[in-house]
């Protein structure tokens, strides 16, 4: 089993949708969680991050954690097309072990 | 502030050979960390280097090294190249302990013939 999976979509979705992006995890000694947009051709961006469980907005962007469920959650609201990229969730296990698992990727088309 | 450095950004290698990539922090920056990414593996951490010393290490064979500098610029060195190891080298900068994310150069896209 891997410690983060993900879908890897496509997902495919129309301009002013509300898009849900999630993330399972196996590790319970993840304690920061992040998110990160990687457009083609370019080294991923990081989006969000939350430590433990519990809710962060940021804008258009609401990073949501549920250790007890070991569950990760992106929503974006009015998903523009420039949002169309590939979004990575990435735990981390904090303190000095400076690693992070990244799930495989959600790729994400917002048509105009 | 400028952001990560990557160089080169491009880089063609045949089987057998050896390649250094070469990665510039932010500035201030102490922490810095390779990823390699493949369409078959995603991210996959390859190691960590803090204040000139390896913090911590991803599941590598001993081909893939890396160091650091006392200006926290880093390298990292694959030996005998094989084709398998085709893919983007990602370098991440952080503060000491990484928890408030890592800012990601835009890679070295190595393809190994």
């Known amino acids: 089993q891997k410690e983060v999976e993900q879908d890897p979509g496509p997902l495919s979705v129309p301009e002013g949708a509300i898009v849900s992006l999630n993330c399972t995890y196996s590790n319970s000694a993840f304690q920061y969680f992040m998110w990160y947009r990687q457009y083609s051709r370019k080294g991923p961006e990081l989006l969000m991050y939350t430590y433990s469980s519990g809710n962060k907005e940021d804008g258009r962007f609401t990073a949501q954690v549920d250790k007890s469920s070991k569950y990760i959650s992106l929503f974006i609201r009015d998903s523009q097309p420039s949002d169309s990229a590939t979004y990575l969730c990435a735990p981390n296990y904090g303190g000095a072990t400076n690693k992070l698992i990244f799930g495989t990727g959600t790729l994400l088309a917002v048509q105009p | 502030k400028a952001g990560v450095t990557q160089t080169p950004r491009y880089l063609i290698k045949t089987r057998g050979q050896q390649v250094t990539l070469s990665c510039s922090p932010i500035?201030?920056?102490?922490?810095v960390s390779w990823y390699q990414q493949t369409p078959g593996q995603g991210l996959q951490f390859l190691f960590e280097y803090f204040s000139e010393t390896q913090r911590n290490k991803g599941n590598f064979p001993g081909r893939f090294s890396g160091r650091q500098f006392s200006n926290s610029r880093s390298e990292m060195n694959v030996s005998t190249l094989e084709l398998g190891d085709s893919a983007l080298y990602l370098c991440?900068?952080?503060?000491?302990?990484?928890?408030?994310?890592?800012?990601f150069g835009s890679g070295t896209r190595l393809t190994v013939v």
């Open positions: 991440a900068s952080s503060d000491f302990l990484g928890n408030y994310g890592y800012t």
């Open positions: 500035s201030g920056h102490r922490s």
